[in-house]
């Protein structure tokens, strides 16, 4: 699986606790932290298996264990 840079980068800001497209954002530099680029992004990786929605609460999102193992291995390339 190929990620672009900003899915990388919108994957490493994401844990294994609930938060909102708006809390990422926060975290990111001015850049990368777009509401609407980071949207994109979360959509993006829900289809690759690596973030979930909390189907009780909308908008908020989380490292699946995909995303975990995922998110391991690019700190490990950093």
Known sequence: MNLTQQQQTVLLALTTEWQSPRQISEQLSHENGD????????????????????????????????????????????
């Open 35 to 78: 509401l609407s680029t980071v949207n994109q992004s979360l959509k993006e990786l829900m289809r690759e298996g690596l973030v979930q929605t909390n189907p009780l609460l909308f908008g908020l999102y989380r490292l699946t264990a995909q995303g975990v193992d995922t998110k391991e291995e690019l700190d490990k390339d950093q």
